[in-house]
Protein backbone atom coordinates (compact mmCIF):
# COMPACT_ATOMS: atom_id res chain seq x y z
CA UNK A 1 0.00 0.00 0.00
CA UNK A 2 0.98 3.43 -1.03
CA UNK A 3 0.32 6.29 1.42
CA UNK A 4 -0.48 9.31 -0.68
CA UNK A 5 1.39 12.81 -0.28
CA UNK A 6 -0.12 16.20 0.52
CA UNK A 7 -0.25 16.48 -3.62
CA UNK A 8 -1.57 13.17 -4.23
CA UNK A 9 -4.53 14.07 -1.60
CA UNK A 10 -5.74 16.91 -3.69
CA UNK A 11 -6.15 14.85 -6.86
CA UNK A 12 -7.92 11.95 -4.66
CA UNK A 13 -10.02 14.51 -3.62
CA UNK A 14 -11.53 15.41 -7.02
CA UNK A 15 -11.16 11.43 -8.43
CA UNK A 16 -13.14 10.60 -5.27
CA UNK A 17 -16.16 13.08 -6.61
CA UNK A 18 -16.98 11.19 -9.29
CA UNK A 19 -17.75 7.77 -7.53
CA UNK A 20 -20.35 9.57 -4.80
CA UNK A 21 -22.34 8.24 -2.95
CA UNK A 22 -20.13 5.29 -2.19
CA UNK A 23 -16.72 7.35 -1.93
CA UNK A 24 -18.38 9.91 0.38
CA UNK A 25 -16.91 8.61 3.53
CA UNK A 26 -13.78 8.94 2.67
CA UNK A 27 -13.93 12.06 0.34
CA UNK A 28 -14.73 13.91 3.58
CA UNK A 29 -11.91 12.74 4.89
CA UNK A 30 -9.72 13.67 2.59
CA UNK A 31 -11.59 17.54 2.12
CA UNK A 32 -11.14 17.93 5.67
CA UNK A 33 -7.24 16.57 5.48
CA UNK A 34 -6.71 18.94 2.57
CA UNK A 35 -7.89 21.97 4.48
CA UNK A 36 -7.49 21.17 8.03
CA UNK A 37 -3.59 20.93 8.45
CA UNK A 38 -3.90 19.59 11.86
CA UNK A 39 -5.99 16.91 11.12
CA UNK A 40 -3.58 13.62 11.91
CA UNK A 41 -4.41 10.71 9.39
CA UNK A 42 -2.82 8.76 6.57
CA UNK A 43 -4.29 7.84 3.14
CA UNK A 44 -3.32 4.64 1.98
CA UNK A 45 -4.14 2.99 -1.90
CA UNK A 46 -3.14 -0.02 -3.42
CA UNK A 47 -1.72 1.39 -6.45
CA UNK A 48 -2.35 5.24 -7.88
CA UNK A 49 -4.01 6.95 -8.97
CA UNK A 50 -6.22 4.39 -10.79
CA UNK A 51 -6.59 3.02 -6.93
CA UNK A 52 -9.06 0.40 -6.04
CA UNK A 53 -8.95 0.67 -2.77
CA UNK A 54 -8.27 3.99 -1.03
CA UNK A 55 -7.83 3.29 3.34
CA UNK A 56 -8.12 6.47 5.82
CA UNK A 57 -6.47 5.59 8.85
CA UNK A 58 -5.92 8.08 11.65
CA UNK A 59 -2.60 8.04 13.28
CA UNK A 60 -2.70 7.11 16.85
CA UNK A 61 -0.50 7.94 19.60
CA UNK A 62 -2.51 8.08 22.92
CA UNK A 63 -5.62 5.38 24.08
CA UNK A 64 -7.86 8.19 23.41
CA UNK A 65 -7.28 8.14 19.37
CA UNK A 66 -9.27 4.91 19.81
CA UNK A 67 -12.51 7.17 18.82
CA UNK A 68 -10.93 8.09 15.45
CA UNK A 69 -12.67 5.62 13.08
CA UNK A 70 -10.70 4.37 9.52
CA UNK A 71 -12.42 4.36 6.75
CA UNK A 72 -12.10 2.32 3.64
CA UNK A 73 -13.85 2.67 -0.17
CA UNK A 74 -12.91 0.18 -2.68
CA UNK A 75 -14.19 -0.78 -6.42
CA UNK A 76 -13.39 -4.46 -6.10
CA UNK A 77 -13.97 -6.94 -3.37
CA UNK A 78 -11.49 -9.38 -4.25
CA UNK A 79 -8.94 -6.87 -4.35
CA UNK A 80 -10.10 -5.83 -0.83
CA UNK A 81 -10.53 -9.31 0.46
CA UNK A 82 -6.14 -10.02 -0.74
CA UNK A 83 -5.77 -6.19 0.90
CA UNK A 84 -7.33 -7.47 4.42
CA UNK A 85 -5.09 -10.90 4.13
CA UNK A 86 -2.01 -9.14 2.82
CA UNK A 87 -1.94 -5.56 4.26
CA UNK A 88 0.50 -4.52 7.60
CA UNK A 89 -0.83 -1.37 7.80
CA UNK A 90 -3.87 -2.81 9.90
CA UNK A 91 -3.09 -3.81 13.61
CA UNK A 92 -5.34 -6.64 14.08
CA UNK A 93 -3.96 -7.30 18.04
CA UNK A 94 -5.39 -4.07 18.67
CA UNK A 95 -9.03 -2.47 18.89
CA UNK A 96 -10.03 -0.50 15.94
CA UNK A 97 -13.38 1.07 14.31
CA UNK A 98 -14.05 0.59 10.53
CA UNK A 99 -16.50 2.34 8.57
CA UNK A 100 -17.80 0.75 5.60
CA UNK A 101 -20.06 0.40 3.05
CA UNK A 102 -22.23 -2.60 4.93
CA UNK A 103 -22.04 -5.21 1.95
CA UNK A 104 -18.40 -5.55 2.74
CA UNK A 105 -19.43 -7.32 6.07
CA UNK A 106 -18.81 -10.91 5.25
CA UNK A 107 -16.12 -10.07 3.77
CA UNK A 108 -13.96 -8.07 6.77
CA UNK A 109 -15.70 -11.03 9.50
CA UNK A 110 -14.02 -13.77 7.35
CA UNK A 111 -10.76 -11.60 7.35
CA UNK A 112 -11.04 -11.19 11.30
CA UNK A 113 -11.50 -14.70 12.01
CA UNK A 114 -8.41 -15.71 9.46
CA UNK A 115 -6.77 -12.72 11.55
CA UNK A 116 -7.17 -14.31 14.86
CA UNK A 117 -9.26 -11.03 16.01
CA UNK A 118 -11.09 -11.98 19.35
CA UNK A 119 -14.30 -9.78 18.75
CA UNK A 120 -15.64 -8.52 15.70
CA UNK A 121 -18.94 -6.34 15.86
CA UNK A 122 -21.28 -4.68 13.85
CA UNK A 123 -21.92 -1.05 16.03
CA UNK A 124 -23.88 0.39 13.92
CA UNK A 125 -25.95 0.23 10.45
CA UNK A 126 -27.00 3.64 9.03
CA UNK A 127 -28.65 5.64 6.12
CA UNK A 128 -26.70 7.83 4.32
CA UNK A 129 -28.64 11.29 3.52
CA UNK A 130 -27.52 14.02 1.26
CA UNK A 131 -28.75 17.82 0.88
CA UNK A 132 -27.53 18.59 -2.95
CA UNK A 133 -28.98 22.41 -2.44
CA UNK A 134 -29.40 24.22 0.99
CA UNK A 135 -30.84 27.74 -0.58
CA UNK A 136 -34.13 26.86 0.84
CA UNK A 137 -33.17 26.51 3.94
CA UNK A 138 -33.26 29.61 6.37
CA UNK A 139 -33.53 31.01 9.58
CA UNK A 140 -33.33 33.93 11.65
CA UNK A 141 -31.99 32.65 15.01
CA UNK A 142 -28.68 33.61 16.08
CA UNK A 143 -26.15 30.91 16.41
CA UNK A 144 -22.54 30.30 18.40
CA UNK A 145 -20.14 28.11 17.57
CA UNK A 146 -19.45 25.46 20.26
CA UNK A 147 -16.23 26.13 22.33
CA UNK A 148 -14.03 23.99 24.68
CA UNK A 149 -16.17 24.86 27.51
CA UNK A 150 -18.68 23.27 26.15
CA UNK A 151 -16.81 19.64 26.03
CA UNK A 152 -18.69 18.29 29.35
CA UNK A 153 -22.25 18.54 28.28
CA UNK A 154 -21.85 16.98 24.78
CA UNK A 155 -19.56 14.37 26.03
CA UNK A 156 -22.10 13.68 28.66
CA UNK A 157 -25.74 13.68 26.47
CA UNK A 158 -23.61 12.05 23.44
CA UNK A 159 -24.84 7.82 23.63
CA UNK A 160 -20.71 7.27 22.77
CA UNK A 161 -19.48 9.40 25.50
CA UNK A 162 -17.31 7.45 28.28
CA UNK A 163 -14.68 9.11 30.07
CA UNK A 164 -11.40 11.42 29.28
CA UNK A 165 -11.44 9.67 25.86
CA UNK A 166 -14.69 10.52 24.44
CA UNK A 167 -13.82 13.92 25.84
CA UNK A 168 -10.79 14.51 24.02
CA UNK A 169 -12.37 13.42 21.02
CA UNK A 170 -15.30 15.93 21.06
CA UNK A 171 -12.76 18.57 22.27
CA UNK A 172 -10.62 18.17 18.91
CA UNK A 173 -14.25 18.12 17.07
CA UNK A 174 -14.93 21.22 18.27
CA UNK A 175 -11.60 22.62 17.65
CA UNK A 176 -11.03 21.82 13.96
CA UNK A 177 -14.33 21.33 12.60
CA UNK A 178 -17.50 23.09 12.19
CA UNK A 179 -20.37 23.55 14.63
CA UNK A 180 -23.07 25.39 15.39
CA UNK A 181 -25.11 25.76 18.88
CA UNK A 182 -28.16 27.41 20.39
CA UNK A 183 -27.36 29.35 23.34
CA UNK A 184 -29.53 29.86 26.83
CA UNK A 185 -27.90 32.16 29.63
CA UNK A 186 -24.49 31.41 27.85
CA UNK A 187 -25.06 27.82 27.98
CA UNK A 188 -25.49 25.65 25.20
CA UNK A 189 -29.28 24.00 25.16
CA UNK A 190 -28.97 22.28 21.76
CA UNK A 191 -26.48 21.61 19.01
CA UNK A 192 -24.59 20.02 16.03
CA UNK A 193 -21.00 18.88 15.04
CA UNK A 194 -19.09 17.83 12.27
CA UNK A 195 -17.11 14.73 12.36
CA UNK A 196 -13.77 14.28 10.98
CA UNK A 197 -15.23 12.57 8.06
CA UNK A 198 -17.28 15.40 7.29
CA UNK A 199 -20.58 14.41 8.17
CA UNK A 200 -23.34 16.59 10.35
CA UNK A 201 -23.48 14.58 13.37
CA UNK A 202 -24.05 14.45 17.03
CA UNK A 203 -27.22 16.94 16.97
CA UNK A 204 -28.62 16.85 20.20
CA UNK A 205 -31.44 19.36 22.15
CA UNK A 206 -31.62 19.20 26.30
CA UNK A 207 -34.97 17.74 27.26
CA UNK A 208 -36.88 20.87 28.63
CA UNK A 209 -35.77 23.06 25.02
CA UNK A 210 -37.21 20.34 22.84
CA UNK A 211 -40.60 21.32 20.29
CA UNK A 212 -38.94 24.80 19.73
CA UNK A 213 -37.42 23.61 16.07
CA UNK A 214 -33.71 23.79 17.26
CA UNK A 215 -32.81 21.00 15.14
CA UNK A 216 -34.04 21.72 12.10
CA UNK A 217 -32.51 25.44 12.81
CA UNK A 218 -29.25 24.27 13.71
CA UNK A 219 -29.42 21.89 10.95
CA UNK A 220 -30.26 24.57 8.27
CA UNK A 221 -27.27 26.33 9.15
CA UNK A 222 -24.63 24.09 9.58
CA UNK A 223 -25.61 23.04 6.11
CA UNK A 224 -25.46 26.48 4.49
CA UNK A 225 -22.32 27.06 6.13
CA UNK A 226 -20.47 23.83 4.73
CA UNK A 227 -22.36 24.21 1.43
CA UNK A 228 -20.84 27.43 0.97
CA UNK A 229 -17.09 25.76 1.23
CA UNK A 230 -17.60 23.93 -1.55
CA UNK A 231 -18.22 20.16 1.29
CA UNK A 232 -20.83 17.77 0.14
CA UNK A 233 -23.92 18.06 3.04
CA UNK A 234 -24.50 14.75 4.00
CA UNK A 235 -25.17 12.78 7.44
CA UNK A 236 -25.27 9.29 8.38
CA UNK A 237 -28.27 7.86 10.85
CA UNK A 238 -28.70 5.00 12.44
CA UNK A 239 -31.68 2.60 11.36
CA UNK A 240 -33.72 2.79 14.28
CA UNK A 241 -33.20 6.40 14.46
CA UNK A 242 -36.45 7.37 13.21
CA UNK A 243 -37.08 10.85 14.98
CA UNK A 244 -33.83 11.96 13.09
CA UNK A 245 -34.42 10.86 9.58
CA UNK A 246 -37.83 12.67 9.70
CA UNK A 247 -35.80 15.87 10.55
CA UNK A 248 -33.58 15.74 7.92
CA UNK A 249 -35.88 14.11 5.38
CA UNK A 250 -38.02 16.99 6.08
CA UNK A 251 -35.48 19.72 5.54
CA UNK A 252 -34.61 18.16 2.07
CA UNK A 253 -32.29 15.80 2.48
CA UNK A 254 -32.88 12.60 0.16
CA UNK A 255 -31.61 8.83 1.13
CA UNK A 256 -28.90 7.48 -0.67
CA UNK A 257 -30.57 3.38 -0.79
CA UNK A 258 -27.68 2.13 -2.59
CA UNK A 259 -25.61 3.13 0.15
CA UNK A 260 -25.50 1.52 3.34
CA UNK A 261 -22.74 2.50 5.64
CA UNK A 262 -21.84 0.80 8.74
CA UNK A 263 -19.32 0.69 11.30
CA UNK A 264 -17.36 -2.26 12.76
CA UNK A 265 -15.62 -2.83 15.68
CA UNK A 266 -12.59 -5.24 16.11
CA UNK A 267 -11.21 -6.32 19.37
CA UNK A 268 -12.55 -5.07 22.97
CA UNK A 269 -11.44 -1.03 23.43
Not at 23 to 31: A, D, L, Q
Not at 61 to 88: G, H, Q, R, W
Not at 222 to 240: D, K
Request: hydrophobic fraction near 40%.
Amino acid sequence: MRRLTAEELETAEVLLRGSFPHSVMVYGHVFVMNRVKSVRTNVFVDCWPDFKILFVQPVREEPSDSFNDCAVYTKDEEIFKNFLMETEIIDWHNYFCLGSDLHHEETLNAAAVAKGVKEMKRLSACYMLTLRDPAHLHSTLVLSPLNESHVAIVNRTWKFGQDEHSVKFIRDMIRHFPTCCVLDGGQPVAWVLTYANGALGMLYTLPEHRGKGYAKVLISTLSRQLHAQGHPVFCFIERENKLSYRIFKGLGFTEEPSYTVAWFGFNSV
